[in-house]
């Protein structure tokens, strides 16, 4: 899924994962293709979600996909 924010919003980030039939305290793997500059705007609106783990592509590992009910691929 494309996401992007103009602006770093939490609620902008709980109102995707809610459309996506994340529960309140699920554990949710945020995988994106790069933190850069870009993409600063989507993971500040994710990074203080409880239960939601940000990571990059490259940083993928078998634990982080085995701990989370929903793994979400940007």
Do not use: Q
């Amino acid at each position: 899924e494309d996401l992007s924010f103009s602006a770093p919003k939490t609620a902008e980030g709980l109102k995707e994962l809610k459309s996506l039939g994340v529960g309140k305290g699920d554990r949710v793997l945020l995988v994106m293709e790069s933190m850069d500059a870009p993409s600063a705007p989507v993971v500040k609106s994710f990074r203080n979600i409880e239960g939601v783990k940000i990571c990059t592509s490259r940083g993928l590992n078998v634990y982080d996909i085995m701990d989370s009910k929903f793994v979400v691929f940007t």
